[in-house]
């Protein structure tokens, strides 16, 4: 799809078992390492909280209390993460805050086994890295180096694939994707007419629908949509401007009259390019004209 | 597919749309008449996505699995004849979300919880021979050698046995001390000190056993490694106890739990060298694949490992201050590895579930 990079965002294509691909954001580093931050951030105040209610109300003998807290202590860090993408489907706390989730790349659901390989892979690439990284103080010089190539490593590996996997998401098949939220907006083919049906105040030739293509219509989508753009606002007429001039469309836009013109023109070109697209000529932007000239001179 | 809501949704949405159908675009036509659906479809999403599909209705569940389809379907037909942005954006995004609703893992944690322990694991462990060798064999040289370099010199013990570990245990402790070590009946307050004592180590183990099996990947050899390394320690301590004539005692005093806690590290260890046999004989695979072939029971090994840890601390946090006497502690000991021995070897031997289901 061409969409894939719009709003500057990765995408991961994959397909669901009915066969129609469908689109993913990639999430970003800096939103998995935000609720990374606060998995841990949870975990930790959980663990002090349950640590100070065990000691302050002395249920248990001191030699249980030790055994416990240590169990604690393990049972937050990769057993906690595995269950909880088990239980919320790919989601644990942090990343339901920040709006991520885990799926699978080849678009089968999440298993379980999945869950457990990206997060055991946990412990090499951020617990045992951070601990390392606490004790820097403490070690020896190449120690030290150790343990920043090992940070390097693994902070490299997301970058070097366009996926942004990290090594357990390549081990185990997962993706992290931003959670997808859908709004559907009004349709401005549709809106428009129910004004503009009474009297067609703009007529559109064939050759005034020949110059732009897909990209150049959605753009213009973009602009109607933006709410922020009323009609005596420089940059519409400016864009009226240039339509004109560039489909050679003779009669002048009247002041006042730029977004019915743009609305009327987009139905009409969305109209024109459509019914191409129906009979297999799909004009990806304005530069069609040199694309088409040399399929015509294959034919 | 098709359960007869389609024509109650499809006349009212042409009520809806009046006489204006006639002069709309083709791909407004084609919004206007499916928009009730998927607004249906959204709704049983955003539920579903707050309280679960056990939110739903036995109709409404029914509806979500035809919807989704359906707007599926609406979706390929959306890309061949719509140009309209919007729209596209909107029914991905609502296909993403019916997927991951439609999509999701339908086991209870239960459920899989005893599948694993059933056949998963069993399984897997019968199908790891080679590298579970590795692993032991790792684990046995390591105590060899480490035996044999004490034998030869006692100052090798400060070499690697780290001291937060050894615990005043050291070669020039005597023969009495260590003689106490092994049976704290020295008071309470000494046997809460080892209590503290043998929580450190297991969160020590964990640790270190994560490490062996995930550092894996790197060929296997920082599992062998590490492996190895915890074997000198246990020979080296072994070995210095056995010079005072503690041999015996010391023995027991490791077996009660250091036959599930030792069998834990080695096979962490063949986990990860399963990993790492992955990245250096892929086959026919890629490398990548590979690894993803073989995490499957590698990662197994490693939650069989979690789960002995587990046991072993109980056994050694509970049990071992509460039995003294050293042939009690043997049994104990060995028994629980035979009991491992007996779960791995006969476990899931039904044969029913095939290789594949079992993943």
């Given at each position: 799809m061409n969409q894939s990079l719009r709003d500057g965002k990765r995408a991961g294509e994959f397909i669901p078992p009915e066969g129609v691909p469908i689109t993913f954001a990639i999430a970003s580093l800096g939103t998995r390492f935000g609720a990374q931050f606060l998995d841990i951030l949870f975990t930790t105040i959980a663990t002090i909280i349950i640590a100070v209610v065990i000691v302050f109300t002395g249920v248990l003998p001191e030699s249980a209390q030790g055994m416990l807290m240590v169990l604690l202590g393990f049972l937050v860090q990769t057993p906690y993460y595995i269950l909880s993408e088990l239980i919320w489907n790919g989601r644990t706390l942090g990343k339901r805050i920040t709006g991520i989730r885990v799926i699978n790349v080849d678009g089968r659901r999440l298993t379980p086994h999945q869950v457990t390989a990206r997060n055991l892979m946990k412990e090499v690439e951020i617990f045992a890295p951070m601990s390392l990284l606490a004790s820097v103080g403490y070690q020896s010089a190449w120690e030290n180096g150790l343990t920043s190539l090992w940070l390097l490593v693994v902070v490299v590996v997301p970058f070097t694939n366009r996926r942004r996997q990290r090594l357990g998401d390549v081990i185990a098949g997962t993706l992290v994707v931003d959670n997808p939220r859908s709004v559907l907006l009004s349709d401005l083919a549709v809106s428009a007419p129910a004004a503009a049906s009474a009297q067609p105040a703009f007529e559109f030739l064939p050759e005034h629908l020949d110059v732009y293509g897909k990209y150049e219509l959605q753009t213009l989508e973009d602009v109607l949509r933006?709410?922020?753009?009323?009609?005596?606002?420089t940059e519409i007429q400016q864009i009226v401007r240039t339509i004109t001039r560039r489909i050679r469309y003779e009669d002048a836009v009247k002041p006042g009259q730029e977004l019915t013109f743009l609305n009327e023109f987009y139905r009409a070109q969305r109209e024109h390019l459509e019914s191409l697209k129906l009979f297999?000529?799909?004009?990806?932007?304005?530069?069609h004209q040199y694309a088409r000239t040399e399929a015509k001179r294959l034919i | 597919m098709d359960i007869g809501i389609d024509g109650r949704i499809d006349q009212r949405s042409t009520v809806n749309a009046g006489a204006a159908q006639n002069d709309m675009l083709r791909s407004a036509r084609f919004r206007v008449e499916r928009e009730t659906h998927w607004r249906q479809l959204d709704e049983l999403v955003t539920r579903a996505e707050q309280g679960g599909a056990a939110a739903l209705g036995y109709d409404e569940v029914r509806n979500l699995a035809s919807g989704y389809r359906q707007a599926m379907n609406s979706l390929s037909v959306a890309r061949d004849i719509s140009l309209d942005r919007a729209l596209i954006a909107y029914l991905e995004s609502l296909c993403a979300r019916a997927y991951l609703v439609v999509y999701a893992p339908q086991e209870s944690l239960g459920g899989l919880t005893s599948r694993l322990l059933r056949h998963g694991i069993p399984q897997a462990v019968r199908r790891s021979a080679l590298p579970l060798f590795i692993g032991f064999l790792a684990l046995i040289l390591g105590a060899a050698a480490g035996y044999r370099l004490y034998e030869s010199d006692p100052s090798w013990f400060y070499t690697f046995v780290p001291p937060e570990m050894a615990d005043q245990r050291t070669p020039d402790a005597s023969a009495d001390y260590l003689r106490s070590t092994i049976y704290g009946d020295e008071g309470q307050q000494d046997s809460d000190r080892l209590a503290a004592f043998s929580a450190f180590l297991f969160s020590h183990n964990t640790s270190i056993v994560v490490l062996i099996f995930t550092l894996g990947v790197f060929v296997s050899v920082p599992s062998f490694i590490l492996t190895f390394y915890n074997g000198l320690i246990l020979g080296a301590f072994f070995a210095m106890f056995a010079r005072k004539g503690l041999g015996y005692d010391v023995f027991a005093w490791l077996s009660i739990h250091g036959v599930t806690e030792l069998a834990a590290i080695a096979i962490a260890c063949a986990g990860g060298a399963r990993l790492g046999l992955a990245v250096l004989l892929p086959g026919t695979r890629t490398r990548k694949e590979a690894l993803r072939h073989q995490a499957h029971d590698a990662v197994k090994l490693a939650i069989l490992a979690a789960l002995m840890l587990v046991v072993a601390a109980f056994i050694e946090g509970v049990l071992r201050q509460l039995i003294q006497d050293p042939t009690s502690r043997l049994i104990i000991g060995w028994g629980v590895g035979l009991f491992w021995i007996a779960w791995l070897t006969l476990g899931g031997r039904g044969g029913k579930t095939p290789r594949e289901a079992v993943r």
């Open positions: 933006d709410s922020t753009k009323t009609a005596n606002h297999g000529t799909l004009r990806e932007n304005k530069y | -």
